[in-house]
């Protein structure tokens, strides 16, 4: 469980600003994942990156912006131009970015906006 | 596009009742699919992958393909399998995955 963190496990915002999300990991997977979980509707890509300095929209990124810079880091920013930013964030990777290939999740962030 | 629905929000059985948590999907290909399960706190964590055809925790899924669906199915349900269930869809090319809307389990004693 270890090998994909995210910090800090919760976050309070006030609206208006802009907040990052970390996310590492040490399996030396090249892809990585940004989901958001909201009750009864599941998970929902946001963005995602197969390899370091490349990274595509998922479904809702809107609002948000990421960057690849190392192979073990994907940060996530929630700007203040995303609408409805409360929600529950979940990282993964998974080792590559075949249809076959498991992902791992880490343990989430919560983001609140006051 | 694709589309993953699971019908049921909430699912009840008693302890040593069969379950079956239902999964249907919209997709022109042959997609690859999957279910995960997140315990209550702790990560959400794949339980099983269609290709793999194999059998975790006493769970087992068919792909129907006709009907696409991917149902997952245990003949006796045990307390510890209480749990949020997410089936997901994976395209032919690529990694990226669409979950369905989640199916929270709940066995009781």
């Known amino acids: 469980d270890g090998g994909i963190t995210q910090s800090p496990k919760y976050l309070f915002r006030k609206e208006g600003q802009n907040v990052t999300l970390s996310c590492e990991q040490n399996l030396n997977h090249d892809a990585m994942y940004w989901y958001r979980q909201d009750p009864g509707q599941g998970l929902r890509l946001i963005y995602y990156s197969q390899i370091v300095n490349d990274f595509q929209k998922g479904d809702i990124a809107e609002g948000y912006s990421v960057s690849r810079e190392k192979k073990e880091s994907f940060p996530l920013t929630v700007t203040s131009a995303q609408k409805n930013p409360t929600a529950f964030y979940l990282c993964?990777?998974?080792?590559?970015?075949?249809?076959?290939?498991?992902?791992?999740f880490g343990p989430g962030t919560r983001l609140t906006v006051l | 596009a694709q589309r993953v629905t699971q019908p049921e929000k909430l699912l009840s059985v008693f302890k040593g009742a069969p379950v079956e948590l239902k999964c249907n999907y919209s997709?022109?290909?042959?997609?690859?699919l999957f279910w995960y399960v997140q315990y209550s706190r702790q990560r959400l964590q794949l339980l099983l992958r269609h290709i793999s055809r194999e059998s975790i925790k006493g769970f087992t899924a068919d792909l129907n393909k006709g009907e696409t669906s991917f149902h997952l199915k245990k003949p006796f349900a045990q307390e510890e399998d209480s749990a949020m269930y997410y089936c997901a869809l994976s395209p032919t090319s690529g990694s990226r995955l669409t979950f369905g809307e989640g199916t929270q389990l709940t066995v009781n004693p």
């Open positions: 997709y022109s290909g042959s997609p690859e």
């Open positions: 993964a990777s998974s080792i590559g970015a075949g249809p076959g290939d498991t992902q791992y």
